[in-house]
DNA sequence: AGCCTTAGTGGGAGCGCTCCCACACCCTCA
DNA sequence: TGAGGGTGTGGGAGCGCTCCCACTAAGGCT
């Protein structure tokens, strides 16, 4: 059944069939404006007649290209793609591409072995074009991508001068209303667990904290009230166990990530404080996790899911124009608040 | 730079190199076995030295294959794409991938134009084979696929007669397990939240329920302990209200989902009940909400990535024979004791 | 009327592979 | 010594498209 030729209509099938060339319905397929309305009708009522599909593989070869773009996940991220984060932005991505025939290729980065691979698939052209997520500050991929002039779209970018095009939520803003929201509701003491200091993103949040602390004219930020995480739960606790122990007086905290927030609720806990009329909580990215804790979570969302949207639009217009022009979207974040200040 | 001629080396320019003929650089490619060494060798070299790698769309094109296949995800389910669970079975997907040159490509399917869109990419055979995750009951997908002949591997299984290859948990062992796990506690009144009847998953975790409630030497299956809910955590609310009202007295909940059990806990703590010194709860599927819960779910753990790449490694052995014999294969589950029991 | 444009069209050439036939070449055996 | 089998090999013929050149027909201008 599956033997040479499948009996698949052709495109040349097709051409016989509306009683015109292949060039003709070539460019019919494609959208050209040089046909006749005639030819047009003709040729599209052959390809219903005959349920013909373009061959994708013929096509490729041909006009060399692919219509296939790849999605990048490096390995330390493949954890991550359990959140809803990720999933609403391939969610994003997928609509955004449901109208186009591109194809969305899901590639995992492990090992370098997978990267040099990678790198090859790229030299290739395999692909029209890279979505990347949580690219890390010296993730040599976005400049092997530049250097090859694939066109790329980050999810994040690696630092204030990224020249790759980028999608990004405005962490900075998120941050500075989550904090600003802690004063408002009366919060004198107000502590950050940061994320590691070598991503951006956690600079960025960082960076709002203490324009918020500024803003509320507290005693500037004090450098006692930031203490480091690292984007894990663990990390939280740690961090939260070091803030009680030099500020025992802390009346707010705001951690950089929902995870985070969940590791210092226990520590909290442990301590015998109370969410929130002791210690008010903020987490940041809205997750699960932050619907589900007890208290449920006040957190900053992203709209993660318009990312991946415009992620997609994006890309898709760098390989439609030639030209490399690079884009950078910075979208708004929202806090949502729930039980925990 | 991005023009006709791309100054990639192609299998032709190989063989030059090679002193050979295009056909032998083609075989030791494909690793066949009618190579001398000296040739073998020779081709190798020549391709390190000119970085060449096979353009996929002609190797397509020519060869009747796409080395693609496609992961599908009907639209329902895009949101639990959120759940460790998709998350680790693509994990899998992607490790048992990895050493292969197969592509993943990822097709949401949305709306019934979507649908029969991906019917005519099937037809059109632009992939080797198909990954279908969470198939209900009703979903005519997998019969498309078997009509086409197109090789396919169903994460889970319709009902007891599933034709198409699958891979499944052991729903009822687990289910039996967990619930065995209840009684061993001690308890005696054990109720159970289920999932909708209508997918074969939640009639084989009562099955596991009841096979355990038997085993006690309990009372039978007392019709009173059943409500009926529907995976979501409303659904588990209502379920658990209703077994509140049916039987006050119960002292413990296997809930068919931890999502379930995350709302049934809401309905014991607002009827004044502790978890577990007054009630004891199991859920099932070992999600991040289960660890996050307090008391933390002790849950039922399937071997999500191990799922994922027995089914990667089932497809491809479908791809590879050309005859279709079907493969079922159901993996154990593990009971993951934490505080709420 | 003659010329130049433009819209519309057909089909050759080629994209880079795989498949497979034909042809050496070597060894065996009678 | 010759027929009969392997092995290994080269290269023609496609796979189904897109690109582009050549061509026709219909109009617009002087």
Redesign the interface.
């Known amino acids: ?2 033997g ?1 030729h ?1 009996g ?1 209509p052709t495109l040349e099938e097709v051409a016989v069939r509306a009683g015109v060339g292949r060039g003709t319905v070539s460019r019919v397929i494609n959208g050209s404006p040089r046909v006749s309305d005639r030819a047009k009708a003709a040729v599209e009522a052959a390809i219903a007649e005959l ?1 013909y ?9 041909a006009g ?1 290209r ?1 219509d296939a773009i790849a ?1 990048v996940i490096p390995e330390p991220e ?1 954890r991550l ?4 984060y ?3 932005i ?2 994003g991505i ?2 955004e591409l ?1 109208d186009t025939d591109m ?6 980065i ?1 090992t370098p072995k ?1 990267r040099a691979r990678f790198g ?2 790229l ?4 692909v029209d074009g890279v979505l990347l997520v949580s690219v890390h500050e010296d993730d040599p991929l976005p400049d092997l991508l530049e250097q090859l ?1 694939m066109p790329a779209v980050l999810n994040g970018r690696r630092s204030d001068l990224e020249s790759v095009s980028y999608v990004d939520a405005d962490n900075v803003g998120g941050a500075r209303a989550a904090v600003a929201h802690l004063f408002a509701r009366g919060r004198r003491t107000v502590a950050t667990i940061t994320g590691p200091p070598d991503m951006y993103v956690a600079r960025c949040r960082l960076d709002g904290y203490r324009q918020a602390v500024e803003a509320a004219g507290s005693a500037g930020a004090s450098s006692e009230l930031v203490a480091r995480g690292d984007f894990t739960e663990e990390g939280g606790r740690r961090a939260m166990r070091e803030l009680l122990v030099r500020r025992p007086d802390i009346d707010a905290v705001f951690a950089a990530s929902d995870l985070m927030a ?1 590791g210092a609720r226990q520590v909290l806990r442990e301590s015998g404080r109370q969410v929130p009329s002791d210690v008010a909580l903020v987490g940041f990215e809205d997750s ?2 932050a619907r ?3 208290p449920a979570l006040t957190s900053v969302r992203q709209p993660t899911e318009e990312m991946g949207r415009t992620m997609a639009r994006v890309l898709l217009e760098e390989i439609a124009e ?1 030209a490399s022009v690079r884009r950078h979207v910075v979208l708004t974040t929202e806090l949502v608040q729930r039980d925990s200040v």
Chains 1, 2 share one sequence.
């Open positions: 059944m599956n040479r499948s698949r349920g599909v373009p061959n994708r593989a013929a096509r490729a070869l060399n692919t999605l493949t793609f359990a959140e809803p990720f999933s609403d391939i969610r997928g609509a449901a194809q969305l290729l899901l590639t995992f492990r997978e090859q698939y030299a290739a052209h395999r002039e969940a699960a996790i589900h804790m007890d030639r």
